[in-house]
C-alpha cells in the first residue's frame, strides 16, 4: 500500500476502536445506510435487500468520494464506484440474514477532536457476479465526524434566509427545506423556493419551487408517501386556503383542493383512517389598529382532508378559537389540541387577546370535539416533545397577552400523559422561551434548543439550549448553538444527527446558516 494510505489507513485505526464492520452498499436495487458520526461514539450499517441468505457483502470505506473504474481490478466490469480504494484492506465483511438485511454495528468510535469534519465514504458490494467480481453495488453513503454532545456549524449554508420553514426528505438520500419566510412573526415576507442540502459534499441547490409563496404553513405526510403542504401565509403575508401536494417520485409540487378555510399557525394530524385534520389557526392578518388586532383572526374551524378524493369538509369546531397551539396525537386514535392564541369577547371595548390553558379532544370516529385536561399553565408556540409511555413534554411558550403585555413566554413545563389524560407539572427552564425545537437525547433525557424571549412584536432569539432529564423531573443547561435561531427548521438526518436551518438571529432578521447536533 503507497505510503499515503497508509496513512489514512492509521487515521481511520485511530477514529474506530473496532476494524471489523459488517456491510452495506447500493447501485438500483442495493442499498446502504449508515449511522454515525459522533466521536466518542459508534458507527451502524444496514445494507439491504438481499437476494438470498447468506449473500456475501463488502463495505469498504475511504475517505475519498471516487470515483474508481471497477475496471482496474476486473478489466470485464464497466462500472465503477463512488468511492476511493485506498482503505480497501480495512473494509468489513458480512453475509445477508433470511431478512434480506446485514447488519453491523454499532461499532465503537474513539474521540478524534483534530478530525472535526472529516468526512468517511462508505460503499456496499455483493459477490461473486454472474459474469463479474462484483454482483450488486450500493449507493454510496458518508459520515462527517464531530464532537459528541455538541452543536457544529460546518458553514454549509442554504441559499435564502429563512425562519419557520419545514423539510422533507428525498428519494435521492437528499432533504429540502420548503418555504418559510424573512421578517417578524405577524409581518412574514414568504418565500416560494425550496433549498435541497446534499450530506455527500454539504453541497446546496435550488428544488423544485412551491406553487404558493409560504411561511408558518404545514407539512403533513400522507400513507401514499406524499406530503400535504398546507395554508401558512402567501408573499403579502395574508393566511391562505391554497394547498398543494409533493410528490418525491416526480419531485414535483402539485395544487389540490383549497382549504375551507385560510390558515396560519394551524395544526395538521395524519388520523389512522388516512385523512388528515386541520384545526384552528389565524384566518386574517388584521393590522388595525395594532399588529395584535391578529388575534382577533383566530378560528375555531376544523377542517379534514381526504387524500383519496381530494376534497375537504368541515370538522366540528373547537371549543375556543385557536392559533399557534399545539396537537397531541393519542395512542386511542383521538387527538389532543392544547393552548394557543386566542381572543375574549368583551361587553364594553368589544374583545381582549388572551393565551389559553385549555384543550380540546378530537374523536376521529365520532367526529366530536370534547374538553381536554386543562394544562397548569397557557402556552402557545411550542411543539411538544415525545417521551416514553405515551407521554409528552410541554416547556415554555408564550404563556401571556394583553393590550400591556405582548406576548412573553414562560419558563415553567408540564408533561401530559396520555394514558391517564392528565398533565403534571414538574420543575422549569432556566430561561423561558417560545418558538423552539426539542429533541430526544436517549437515556430519558430530551434537549431543547434556542427559541426566543421578549415579546410576540420584539422577539429575543435565544442561542442557550436547556437538557431535561425524566429522571429527576429537572433542566440543566445544555450546549450552545453556534448562534441565536427562533423558528429555526429541524431535520433528523438519516445519519444520527440533527440539523438545524435557518430561524430568526439577534440581528432581527433570519439566517440562512445550518447546524448540526451531534448526540
Known amino acids: 500500500m503507497p505510503r499515503s494510505s497508509s496513512c489514512l489507513r492509521s487515521v481511520l485505526s485511530v477514529v474506530l476502536a473496532a476494524n471489523c464492520f459488517g456491510p452495506a452498499v447500493l447501485a438500483q436495487d442495493l442499498q446502504l445506510d449508515v449511522v454515525g458520526g459522533s466521536t466518542p461514539g459508534s458507527l451502524s450499517f444496514d445494507v439491504h435487500p438481499g437476494f438470498y441468505p447468506f449473500e456475501p457483502v463488502l463495505v469498504v470505506p475511504s475517505f475519498q468520494p471516487g470515483p474508481t473504474p471497477i475496471g482496474i481490478f476486473d478489466p470485464s466490469d464497466p462500472r465503477q464506484l463512488d468511492i476511493g480504494l485506498e482503505l480497501l484492506t480495512g473494509a468489513w465483511f458480512g453475509t445477508m440474514g433470511f ?51 455538541q452543536f457544529r456549524d460546518r458553514f454549509a449554508s442554504i441559499f435564502d434566509d429563512r425562519a419557520f420553514a419545514t423539510v422533507l426528505p428525498r428519494l435521492d438520500r437528499k432533504w429540502m427545506v420548503v418555504g418559510g419566510g424573512r421578517g417578524g412573526l405577524l409581518s412574514q415576507a414568504a418565500l416560494r423556493t425550496t433549498n435541497i442540502y446534499d450530506p455527500r459534499d454539504d453541497g446546496r441547490q435550488y428544488g423544485p419551487q412551491l406553487n404558493r409563496n409560504r411561511s408558518l404553513h404545514s407539512a403533513t405526510q400522507l400513507p401514499d408517501g406524499r406530503w400535504l403542504v398546507a395554508g401558512g401565509v402567501d408573499q403579502n ?77 368541515a370538522g366540528p369546531n373547537l371549543r375556543t378559537p385557536r392559533a399557534a397551539h399545539f396537537a397531541i396525537q393519542r395512542p386511542d386514535g383521538r387527538v389532543l389540541l392544547a393552548g394557543g392564541i386566542s381572543w375574549d369577547n368583551v361587553i364594553i371595548i368589544g374583545w381582549l387577546p388572551a393565551v389559553r390553558s385549555s384543550t380540546d379532544l378530537y374523536d376521529p370516529v365520532a367526529n366530536t370535539i370534547s374538553a381536554g385536561p386543562t394544562m397548569a399553565s397557557s402556552r402557545s408556540m411550542i411543539e411538544p416533545v415525545a417521551l416514553d409511555n405515551h407521554r409528552w413534554l410541554v416547556a415554555g411558550g408564550i404563556s401571556s ?111 440562512n446558516s445550518t447546524e448540526w447536533y451531534y448526540f
Open 99 to 149: 431478512d434480506g438485511h446485514w447488519r453491523g454495528g454499532p461499532f465503537p468510535m474513539a474521540a478524534a477532536p483534530v478530525f472535526q469534519d472529516l468526512p468517511i465514504y462508505f460503499q456496499a458490494v455483493t459477490f461473486p457476479g454472474a459474469f463479474t467480481f462484483l454482483d450488486r453495488i450500493s449507493n454510496p453513503n458518508q459520515v462527517r465526524l464531530a464532537n459528541a454532545g
Open 237 to 313: 403575508n395574508d393566511p391562505q386556503a391554497d394547498c398543494e401536494i409533493y410528490d418525491p417520485v416526480a419531485d414535483t409540487f402539485t395544487v389540490c383542493a383549497p382549504m375551507l378555510v385560510p390558515r396560519m399557525g394551524h395544526t395538521a394530524t395524519l388520523l389512522a383512517n388516512g385523512r388528515v385534520l386541520v384545526t384552528g389557526g389565524l384566518q386574517a392578518m388584521t393590522v388595525v389598529p395594532t399588529a395584535l388586532s391578529a388575534v382577533r383572526d383566530a378560528t375555531a374551524a376544523t377542517e379534514l382532508y381526504d387524500p383519496a378524493t381530494n376534497t375537504w369538509v
Open 401 to 511: 397577552l394583553t393590550l400591556t403585555n405582548l406576548g412573553t413566554p414562560t419558563n415553567t413545563a408540564e408533561i401530559y400523559n396520555a394514558v391517564t389524560n392528565t398533565w403534571t407539572t414538574v420543575g422549569s427552564m432556566a430561561t423561558a422561551r417560545g418558538n423552539h425545537q426539542g429533541w430526544a437525547l436517549g437515556g430519558g433525557r430530551y434537549l431543547l434548543a434556542g427559541g426566543a424571549n421578549g415579546t410576540i412584536l420584539s422577539p429575543v432569539p435565544l442561542q442557550s439550549t436547556e437538557i431535561f432529564d425524566t429522571a429527576t423531573s429537572a433542566f440543566t443547561a445544555g450546549p450552545p448553538m453556534s448562534i441565536p435561531r427562533a423558528g429555526a427548521a429541524k431535520f433528523a438526518t438519516p445519519h444520527g444527527q440533527i440539523q438545524l436551518f435557518g430561524g430568526a438571529t439577534s440581528t432581527g432578521g433570519a439566517t
